[in-house]
């Protein structure tokens, strides 16, 4: 990698070092929205501290960071859903308030507006009734809606954001982008254009096909030169470079620079997401797997969804991780080879024998488990108890003697609640009164109880606290040992590059390189992740 | 259920109750067991009820009539209990009552025969909601309340409106009106089809199947349950048990009347509700079931004793079915508050953490 970019020293605005010592509110008039030590702690975690921000007017400012930097957290405190820690300070145009004080009312009157991901439009609505549900229907004196109203209403947004869509097209005929711009438009409704307001766009183009992401950024390009101040948050390096004015780096919660966009190219910024701590490398310790190993799992050809022909394979004892963006296709593979999803075309065997699309009760009698990603809506029965929900892969097994054999099942139960470090005062209790991290391990368990050939994790720690991702490694970790391949996707590059022996980068759909052993770093791997790099162990 | 023990402590501790979360336990669990009982003490001592309300008579009526009522709303348990209704339960048991009649009189045929054929039949209407809503993902409520009205204006049109009373074998037309060990053998039949029904919720598992994908159809599936087939068997018992409901009612009358069947949808299904609220609270249970179909029925009996009129059988019907479904839900809010209450102390004493942060950032 080049040289690691210093931030650059803005005349206007503290650098990134001395930003702490500048505890004076700027009062700069061509800043629009600013942020001053805003601090965010949650139990168990600085989620942010003392970080500050600044957005000029008709500039577009890019947030960048990597999963749990905080950009979420800043977004939500902005937006009052959550409040920050007192002594920090928000200011938007000529409003402020501390930042323990910021509510839903002081950011809609500030003007700051948030466009999500999920655009939160109705897709059998027309474009003028997805507006008119933003702000109120015009109303005629008798109350009855003033249809025609809401229709010039609509065509003057139409114009000014110069959305090509009519008021009555229906947002579903309408391609993503053009859904953006009218989620934009609803938004920003009200608001005199530059007149103060900042739009918050959080991964606008994750779901768009590149053509489509183009013409929203030329699209905010100019939104832009009519003096609309924008909050870009996005994982695409690409995009960052090409459309916004500057960037604010956040990694761990902390500021961690200022830079000027002209000055980037993609290896400085991505140096500046990832920094350069290599703290975590002498902590990784990976276990050489002989690559004689047999394989479990056969992948050859798998296109599904956005996956694009991948082949891979999985070795007995061994721990394999899928590095990639969201929406990459990590969950898709393993959704496909456990029946979840019809694969369009390839082979998945495991342990030699074809699996036959779309049944998972074949993928189970092969020996493979799946820890689904969305716990609640995938995998646990939340209201039966811990005891039912471990028992739930093996149900048939306690039935003997013409009977369900439920003190043994409660009995079992117990004893693999004792294994898996499952904390509930009993088997009986319902899992939903169990923290995340506990349902997690006993999901685990209802798993890991039947010695799988093969075990899926996706995205296994999510919503799980410190203590209990170590321990749900460590159950992992005993299973590769005693056998069981392990296929794993996680966010978590770090926690990527702790917990596998092996990952492969899975980017545009396919596997665009495979490291193991010493280059198995989570620099090296988000590196991967988001770009190509000439390495040596890409493939 | 209660509270979650200290760190480190698995399943071999006791739970800790706090005194006011069993008292509610306790209360939820026997709470219409205790209103059956207060309802027949009072119709008991009062003297307007009192001598008619406990004469072997009234009491053998009360037992038998209900047994219809009773394997209808029993019909309905195993679709419930995996999340599906089934509103055609009533309208099953009158095709059958009518298939039965018109086999045994009508045809002809013998009655161990009839039975066996009209149980097909009616184990098949159920297999077409089965197929309905398990294969095409149709909403069970639209599909039975189909099936339901669609079975009735069959019937009419298959009986002109008539009801079938001839050539039905006395011993069939009287076997419903006999006593056995003293005991109306109709109710007898209600205690045994409870006992099939009960065995197969939950002493077999296709029981914990059902309640698997009543919890979380997704996460059943995704454990290997055979999520379609599992829903479509619950729907062919339905339909067998409505057709055993049919035979009774046949047996009973003594003749089929083609009305007969469809007046028994409002009473079952505030039985199953109120059935909801006990014995397993929060649960569709057999026994639960069954406790709900006599306090209906004793409360109707007891008013119609005390000089109450016609009104008060859809009366009562709907103020049940009201209150069961209130109670039931206010019961699961007040579970869920105190599971969200322990959920949070356990954080607060284990490692504290905040979901939010472990989300992904988008």
Same mark, same amino acid.
């Given at each position: ?343 369009? +075309?390839?082979?998945?065997? =495991?342990?030699?024998?074809? $699996?036959?699309? /779309?049944? !998972?009760?074949? *993928? %189970?009698? #092969? ?56 904390? +509930?005062?009993?088997?009986? =209790?319902?899992?939903?009164? $169990?923290?995340? /991290?506990? !349902?997690?391990? *006993? %999901?685990? #368990? ?56 092996? +990952? ?36 | ?362």
């Amino acid at each position: 990698m080049s040289g690691n970019p210093a931030p650059i020293p803005d005349p206007s605005l503290p650098s990134a070092d001395d930003a702490h010592a500048t505890s004076v509110v700027h009062q700069g008039r061509s800043v629009l929205l600013e942020i001053i030590g805003l601090s965010k702690r949650f139990p168990g975690t600085q989620a942010l501290s003392n970080v500050d921000l600044r957005v000029r007017r008709g500039e577009i400012h890019a947030l960048c960071g990597g999963n749990g930097s905080g950009k979420s957290t800043l977004i939500k405190i902005l937006a009052g859903v959550q409040q920050g820690e007192p002594g920090g300070m928000i200011r938007v145009g000529d409003e402020s308030s501390p930042a323990d004080a910021v509510t839903p009312a002081f950011a809609d009157s500030a003007g700051v507006r948030v466009v999500h991901q999920d655009l939160g439009l109705f897709p059998d609505l027309s474009v003028a009734e997805n507006i008119a549900l933003g702000s109120s229907f015009p109303r005629r004196r008798s109350g009855r809606i003033d249809w025609r109203r809401m229709r010039t209403n609509a065509e003057e947004l139409i114009e000014r954001f110069e959305i090509r869509a009519s008021p009555k097209t229906l947002l579903r005929d309408l391609n993503r982008a053009i859904q953006t711009e009218v989620a934009i438009a609803r938004a920003l409704q009200g608001r005199e254009s530059g007149h103060g307001g900042i739009l918050i766009l959080d991964e606008p183009t994750t779901a768009l096909p590149a053509a489509e992401a183009d013409a929203l950024m030329r699209s905010l390009r100019r939104y832009a030169q009519a003096g609309q101040s924008i909050l870009y948050v996005s994982h695409r390096l690409d995009e960052i470079l090409r459309i916004t004015d500057r960037v604010t780096v956040l990694r761990d919660g902390h500021l961690a620079g200022v830079h000027e966009t002209a000055d980037l190219d993609e290896d400085a910024l991505t140096t500046a997401i990832l920094g350069r701590s290599l703290a975590h490398e002498a902590a990784v310790k990976h276990v050489p797997v002989s690559s004689a190993g047999v394989p479990v799992l056969q992948i050859t050809g798998l296109r599904a969804g956005p996956v694009r022909g991948v082949d891979l394979e999985v070795r007995r004892g061994e721990i394999v991780g899928i590095a990639g963006l969201l929406g990459s296709g990590r969950s898709t593979i393993l959704r496909s080879i456990f029946g979840d999803l019809d694969r369009e +075309a390839g082979e998945i065997r =495991v342990a030699g024998a074809v $699996l036959p699309k /779309g049944s !998972q009760s074949a *993928a %189970i009698s #092969a020996g493979v488990a799946m820890v689904p990603e969305d716990r609640a809506r995938d995998a646990a029965f939340l209201d039966l108890p811990v005891a039912a929900n471990i028992s739930a892969s093996v149900i048939a097994r306690y039935y003997a003697h013409l009977r369900m054999q439920d003190r043994k099942m409660t009995r079992d139960a117990a004893s693999l609640m004792a294994t898996f470090g499952v904390k +509930a005062a009993s088997p009986a =209790v319902p899992i939903n009164t $169990l923290s995340g /991290g506990n !349902q997690q391990k *006993a %999901i685990l #368990a209802r798993w890991l109880r039947r010695d799988p050939e093969l075990l899926l994790l996706d995205e296994p720690t999510q919503g799980v606290d410190v203590g209990a991702r170590a321990e749900i490694y460590r159950v992992v970790r005993d299973a590769a040992d005693a056998g069981t391949a392990v296929l794993v996707v996680t966010s978590d590059v770090e926690e990527l590059a702790a917990v596998v022996d092996r +990952a492969v980068v899975l980017r545009g759909g396919r596997f665009v390189a495979e490291i193991a052993g010493s280059a198995l770093l989570p620099q090296h791997l988000n590196e991967l992740i988001y770009k190509d790099v000439p390495h040596v162990d890409s493939v | 259920m209660s509270t979650v023990s200290d760190a480190g402590t698995t399943g071999s501790t006791r739970p800790r109750r706090s005194a006011r979360a069993a008292g509610v336990d306790v209360l939820e669990r026997t709470g219409l067991v205790l209103f059956l009982i207060a309802l027949i003490l009072w119709f008991t001592i009062d003297s307007t009820s009192g001598d008619i309300f406990t004469s072997g008579a009234n009491i053998r009526q009360v037992l038998s009539n209900q047994s219809v009522t009773g394997i209808i709303a029993l019909a309905m348990v195993a679709p419930l209990v995996a999340g599906y209704f089934d509103l055609s339960v009533a309208a099953i048991a009158g095709m059958a009552s009518v298939t039965m009649a018109a086999l045994v009189g009508t045809h002809g045929y013998p009655v161990w025969l009839s039975i066996v054929l009209t149980l097909l039949v009616a184990g098949i209407a159920g297999g077409v909601n089965g197929v309905l809503v398990a294969r095409f993902k149709l909403n069970a409520f639209i599909v039975t309340l189909g099936t339901y009205t669609l079975i009735g204006g069959l019937l009419q049109l298959y009986t002109e409106g008539q009801s079938i009373a001839n050539g039905i074998p006395e011993s069939f037309g009287n076997w419903g009106s006999l006593t056995w060990l003293g005991v109306p053998r109709p109710f007898w039949l209600l205690i045994v089809a409870g006992l099939v029904l009960w065995y197969v919720l939950t002493q077999i598992p296709f029981g914990r199947q059902l309640e698997s994908i009543g919890s979380n159809e997704r996460g059943a599936r995704l454990v290997g349950i055979r999520v379609d087939r599992t829903i479509f068997l619950a729907f062919v018992s339905s339909g067998l048990l409505a057709g055993v409901a049919g035979v009774l009612l046949t047996s009973r009358a003594g003749s089929a009347d083609p009305t007969a069947g469809s007046a028994y949808l409002f009473p079952a299904l505030a039985a199953v509700f109120l059935g909801a609220t006990t014995l397993r609270p929060g649960k569709y249970n057999v026994w639960g079931t069954i406790v709900g179909v006599f306090v209906v029925a004793v409360a109707v009996n007891g008013f119609t004793l005390l000089g109450a009129d016609a009104w008060v059988t859809p009366v009562f019907n709907g103020a049940s079915l009201l209150a069961a479904v209130m109670i039931s839900t206010l019961f699961a809010r007040q579970r869920e508050s105190m599971a969200r209450k322990v959920l949070l102390d356990g954080f607060k004493r284990e490692e504290p953490a905040d979901p939010n942060t472990n989300e992904l950032e988008r």
